[in-house]
Structure formats: C-alpha cells, structure tokens
C-alpha cells in the first residue's frame, strides 16, 4: 500500500519507485490515484552515479514540484550538475529507507530487479 506524499495543487501524490530495465538504475516518479503526474528521475546511461543512492533529476521538473518534493524527503539537494547532449541535470542523494515508507512494493521490486542484473553479470 502506498503512503501518500502529500497533496501538491490539489492533487494527492503519491511515490512510484521502480526500475530502468537497461541498467537497473532506480525509477521515481509521482502519480495521482488515477494517472502517472510527473516523472522525477531520467536515465543518463552515459553518466556515472555517485553511488546507488543517488540519482539525475528529470529536466522538465518545475521548480515547485522539486521544492514540494525536497520538503517531503524525497530528494535532497543538488550534489552535482552534469552536462548531457543540450541539456543539463542535477544529480541528487536519495534516501532509501525514506523511499521504502512511500512505495514498499515498489521499492522491493527495485531491489530484486537490480539483485538479478548483478547475479547475471557475476
């Protein structure tokens, strides 16, 4: 059962964590009870991770949506910003015990996909 953020603009949202399928990298993104609201990660596969807690934040994002989030936990403040093609993305650390409390399932799902590309590449 997912936990609710909180209500942005009169929407209720609510976490969704999952996974890349190309590399296994983390997933966040925010939804309504009925519909997909905002994406809050992109995969930059050509661009390091600091490490696993750590993620892009997706560009088109507005400023009071990361704010919104930010106060909530959900991310926290930009650690680095990269250039990619025309576009340049901040690279933030996430808390995953925090990200648990929202989307359990989601985040369970995370962890079994990822454990099965590492079992793979052993």
Do not use: A, H
Request: charged fraction near 30%; charge should be negative; hydrophobic fraction near 30%.
């Amino acid at each position: 059962m997912k936990k609710l953020i909180g209500n942005y603009k009169g929407d209720n949202l609510y976490l969704i964590i999952s996974s890349y399928k190309n590399n296994g990298r983390i997933y966040l993104g925010v939804e309504t009870e009925e519909e997909l609201y905002d994406d809050i990660t992109i995969n930059l596969l050509d661009k390091q991770l600091y490490s696993n807690d750590t993620v892009f934040i997706n560009g088109n994002m507005t400023n009071d949506m990361r704010r919104f989030l930010e106060k909530n936990g959900i991310i926290g403040e930009t650690i680095d910003v990269v250039q990619y093609n025309m576009g340049r993305y901040d690279l933030v650390k996430v808390d995953f015990d925090k990200l648990k409390q929202y989307d359990p399932y989601g985040f369970k799902q995370y962890e079994k996909y990822k454990k099965s590309l590492e079992d793979y590449e052993l």
